[in-house]
């Protein structure tokens, strides 16, 4: 048999898993990068910063457990070592940020790298026709790309 248990190509959903698991390393390191900004900003937006950095953490929080459980749907085993995240991200760990408008720019940046790597995921899914994956990324550009430009305003730069 050459489908896994929900009737996926197994080649295509093992190719689809390791994709997930480099994602899965990105949101794990932006998600510690994006605690530290909360813990550590300081100045005057203090007040509204805080609590937005924690509205975000707390958002891709969720998309790690979700992207974790979709690979485990996909029959593959989620990577969980922050060793594995570090060597596989594309996103640097960032430490020691205070100032929010540079916190945000980290953000930014990160979500451009993300966006970039949920899209190919999309179409990787699209065409192995795993409509669950599809979906999720979906989802993640929409909210993300909604996030940058509100974020971008906040910079005072526009989308």
């Known amino acids: 048999m050459n489908t896994n248990l929900i009737g996926l190509d197994k080649v295509g959903a093992e190719a689809l898993a390791e994709q997930l698991n480099h994602l ?3 949101y794990q390191v932006l998600y510690m990068n994006v605690r530290g900004f909360h813990w550590n900003v300081q100045g005057a937006n203090f007040f509204e910063l805080h609590a937005k950095f924690e509205e ?3 958002q891709l929080l969720l998309k790690v457990d979700e992207i974790a459980e979709r ?3 996909l029959g593959h085993q989620p990577r969980h070592g922050f060793s594995d995240y570090l060597r596989m991200s594309q996103i640097d760990e960032v430490k020691g940020v205070r100032d929010g408008h540079v916190a945000i720019e980290h ?3 990160a979500y451009t790298l993300l966006l970039s790597q949920q899209r190919k995921i ?5 065409e192995l026709g795993d409509e669950g994956t599809v979906s999720l990324m979906s989802d993640y550009i929409s909210q993300q790309e909604k996030e940058s ?6 910079q005072g730069r526009g989308a």
Not at 122 to 126: I, K, P, R, V, Y
Not at 149 to 154: G, H, I, K, T, V
């Open 107 to 109: 953000i930014l940046s």
């Open 24 to 26: 899965l390393a990105n």
């Open 122 to 126: 999309l179409s990787q899914a699209s």
């Open 149 to 154: 430009w509100m974020l971008s305003a906040y």
């Open 71 to 73: 690979i485990l749907t």
């Open 56 to 58: 975000i953490y707390d």
